[in-house]
């Protein structure tokens, strides 16, 4: 009797210490009008819509290396100045981010949402300060190295494809 309720107090324990891990991962961290005036440092002005045209579809798609079913997206612009709301899914969910960009570079990046179980250290910024600068080469590959976290690949990978995505979408508006 004694080393049944031993076990049942033992499995609680790790199965709420299990549990407890994966829901701590989960947050919202900003909201996204917020971070658009912080980015502006201005009120969030109107949002423009980007209409995925042919090129924008393969051109996302080839980074995404999956289907992309959206027909527009939302940003927002002051001058040389953008922002980009999108989302990929990390390993199961998707991973809302932020992405401000001033003269075709990255000034900022931003985790709003993480919804996976695990890998949200890639919200600090000890990691997306490293795509502070970083531009898209005409391989649509960034320009600097990103370094990896172990346990988060998936959720690095979702933010650096994003990161790509942006700056192509921010470069197919300002040469328009």
Do not use: C
Not at 39 to 49: D, R
Not at 85 to 114: N, R
Not at 146 to 156: Q, R
């Amino acid at each position: 009797m004694k080393s049944t309720s031993l076990y049942l107090l033992t499995f609680s324990f790790i199965f709420s210490l299990a549990f407890s891990q994966s829901v701590l991962a989960r947050g919202v961290y900003q909201q996204p009008d917020d971070f658009i005036s912080q980015a502006f440092n201005a009120p969030t002005p109107k949002a423009k819509v980007f209409w995925i045209d042919d090129e924008a579809q393969d051109v996302i798609e080839e980074i995404l290396s999956h289907r992309f079913k959206k027909m527009r997206l939302r940003y927002w612009q002051q001058e040389s100045e953008t922002v980009w709301i999108l989302e990929e899914i990390g390993k199961e969910s998707p991973i809302t981010v932020a992405i401000h960009i001033k003269d075709q570079a990255i000034a900022q990046t931003k985790v709003l949402v993480y919804r996976e179980s695990r890998g949200d250290e890639v919200r600090h910024d000890f990691f997306t300060d490293q795509f502070k600068s970083a531009k898209l080469k005409d391989d649509l590959k960034l320009n600097q190295h990103i370094d990896g976290i172990t346990g988060a690949t998936l959720s690095v990978r979702a933010l650096t494809k994003l990161s790509r995505i942006a700056l192509w979408l921010d470069a197919h508006i300002t040469k328009s």
